[in-house]
């Protein structure tokens, strides 16, 4: 074998050598990404496997963050402690007109001070049919209408169905009781030798809207307009649909409780303006680097949750004990069974995505680092 032909032997050596260890190399890769998939691969199965497991530790998790502290239940009883005196303080007998022309007065004051032309003044301002109590015959049957009843037997005075038939009353010169019934009203005094039939009343209304393009505008201004002189006054506005289903009921609680349209919204106003106050304090202690923005939401939740179940809790107890329903805080509790159910569903919904991208995040895993082949 001469130099030539064994050169050449050694060089097709080399690169079989050289080609040999780059299998080896990328077979050593091969085997490495391998076992990173396969390690991967059993990891998820194990999560699968304990996924019960891992979802029931997430919600322990959740509680843990959302536990409230000393400080959170602090604010509880703040919460607390202002809701209470505020059914207290505010009770449904309060802060009233005394008679119905101490309303009327101070809506006049209103539209003087708005310089209302006097023809509009004179239309807003004129008794409303629905307020007529004397009949024209008195040898008929009694219409059950009198200064006593009327706010709570006739549907002008309706927080919301007086809204159409109040207006409606007032385009026909009409009264509407709670039973459907309607009479004419002439000279302020009720025509009770004669009914009519909610279509004729209809029909009549929508024959004055047509005559006059402001005569509805104007009809649900005076309708306003009384509804505010109204509000405020001692026997106040019925609850809303209660003396459509029973007006003796509508009566006890107007006369006797002061339980009306005002003592409710009153309540209910001065029942949210207080969570939002608390949650606004509340917010103000938030520490972005400890705590995502969504479990404190939830902390602050539970507190205005569960101030306004105790004060809800205590006021009916209170007025179950004495038997002052006055005192009873309807708005209130409109609000606390409001917030149950939303802020109980919000919870919930936080709850559920805090254990889905947990479960989900463990499923998921590092990205894994593959070698190039």
Same mark, same amino acid.
């Given at each position: 074998?001469?130099?030539?032909?064994?050169? @050449?032997?050694?060089? =097709?050596?080399?690169? %079989?050598?050289?080609?040999?260890?780059?299998?080896?190399?990328?077979?050593?890769?091969?085997?490495?990404?391998?076992?990173?998939?396969?390690?991967?691969? #059993?990891?998820?199965?194990?999560?699968?496997?304990?996924?019960?497991?891992?979802?029931?530790?997430? #919600?322990?998790?959740?509680?843990?963050?959302?536990?409230?502290?000393?400080?959170?239940?602090?604010?509880?009883?703040?919460?607390?402690?202002?809701?209470?005196?505020?059914?207290?303080?505010?009770?449904?007998?309060?802060?009233?007109?005394? #008679?119905?022309?101490?309303?009327?007065?101070?809506?006049?004051?209103?539209?003087?001070?708005?310089?209302?032309?006097?023809?509009?003044?004179?239309?807003? =301002?004129?008794?409303?049919?629905?307020?007529?109590?004397?009949?024209?015959?008195?040898?008929?049957?009694?219409?059950?209408?009198?200064?006593?009843?009327?706010?709570?037997?006739?549907?002008?005075?309706?927080?919301?169905?007086?809204?159409?038939?109040?207006?409606?009353?007032?385009?026909?010169? %009409?009264?509407?009781?709670?039973?459907?019934?309607?009479?004419?009203?002439?000279?302020?005094?009720?025509?009770?030798?004669?009914? $009519?039939?909610?279509?004729?009343?209809?029909?009549?209304?929508? #024959?004055?809207?047509? @005559?006059?393009?402001?005569?509805?505008?104007?009809?649900?201004?005076?309708?306003?307009?009384?509804?505010?002189?109204?509000?405020?006054?001692?026997?106040?506005?019925?609850?809303?649909?209660? @003396?459509?289903?029973?007006?003796? $009921?509508?009566?006890? =609680?107007?006369?006797?409780?002061?339980?009306?349209?005002? %003592?409710?919204?009153?309540?209910?106003?001065?029942?949210?303006?207080?969570?939002?106050?608390?949650?606004?304090?509340?917010?103000?202690?938030?520490?972005?680097?400890?705590?995502?923005?969504?479990?404190?939401?939830?902390?602050?939740?539970?507190?205005?949750?569960?101030?306004?179940?105790?004060?809800?809790?205590?006021?009916?107890?209170?007025?179950?004990?004495?038997?002052?329903?006055?005192?009873?805080?309807?708005?209130?509790?409109?609000?606390? $069974?409001?917030?149950?159910?939303?802020?109980?569903?919000?919870?919930?919904?936080?709850?559920?995505?805090?254990?889905?991208?947990?479960?989900?995040?463990?499923?998921?895993?590092?990205?894994?680092?593959?070698?190039?082949?």
């Amino acid at each position: 074998m001469d130099i030539c032909e064994f050169l @050449a032997i050694d060089k =097709l050596h080399e690169e %079989s050598n050289k080609r040999a260890r780059e299998v080896n190399k990328k077979d050593t890769i091969f085997q490495k990404n391998q076992n990173i998939i396969i390690n991967e691969t #059993e990891r998820v199965e194990w999560v699968a496997r304990n996924a019960r497991h891992i979802m029931d530790d997430l #919600e322990e998790q959740f509680k843990r963050s959302t536990k409230l502290n000393s400080l959170d239940i602090t604010f509880i009883f703040l919460a607390t402690a202002l809701q209470c005196a505020r059914q207290y303080i505010f009770s449904n007998e309060k802060f009233r007109f005394i #008679e119905a022309s101490e309303g009327d007065n101070a809506v006049k004051k209103v539209f003087e001070t708005a310089r209302v032309p006097k023809k509009w003044q004179d239309i807003l =301002l004129a008794p409303v049919p629905y307020d007529a109590v004397a009949r024209e015959y008195r040898d008929l049957e009694s219409t059950g209408i009198s200064a006593y009843t009327h706010r709570y037997r006739t549907l002008g005075h309706d927080p919301i169905l007086g809204w159409v038939f109040g207006s409606l009353n007032i385009l026909t010169d %009409s009264l509407t009781k709670t039973n459907f019934m309607s009479y004419r009203v002439k000279g302020g005094k009720i025509q009770n030798n004669e009914t $009519l039939l909610p279509s004729t009343l209809f029909n009549e209304g929508i #024959e004055q809207c047509q @005559a006059d393009n402001l005569n509805l505008p104007v009809a649900v201004m005076r309708q306003a307009v009384h509804f505010g002189t109204d509000y405020f006054t001692k026997h106040g506005l019925p609850v809303p649909f209660v @003396a459509t289903l029973n007006d003796s $009921l509508a009566k006890d =609680l107007t006369t006797r409780f002061n339980i009306d349209a005002y %003592s409710i919204t009153r309540g209910m106003g001065l029942s949210v303006l207080i969570n939002m106050l608390v949650a606004i304090i509340h917010k103000l202690f938030y520490k972005p680097n400890e705590m995502n923005p969504s479990l404190y939401e939830v902390k602050t939740r539970k507190i205005i949750l569960y101030s306004n179940v105790l004060a809800s809790g205590s006021n009916v107890i209170y007025c179950a004990i004495s038997k002052d329903l006055r005192k009873f805080d309807l708005g209130g509790l409109l609000v606390t $069974l409001y917030r149950l159910f939303g802020d109980i569903k919000f919870i919930r919904q936080i709850k559920q995505e805090f254990i889905v991208s947990g479960l989900l995040e463990q499923i998921r895993g590092q990205e894994l680092s593959l070698a190039e082949v």
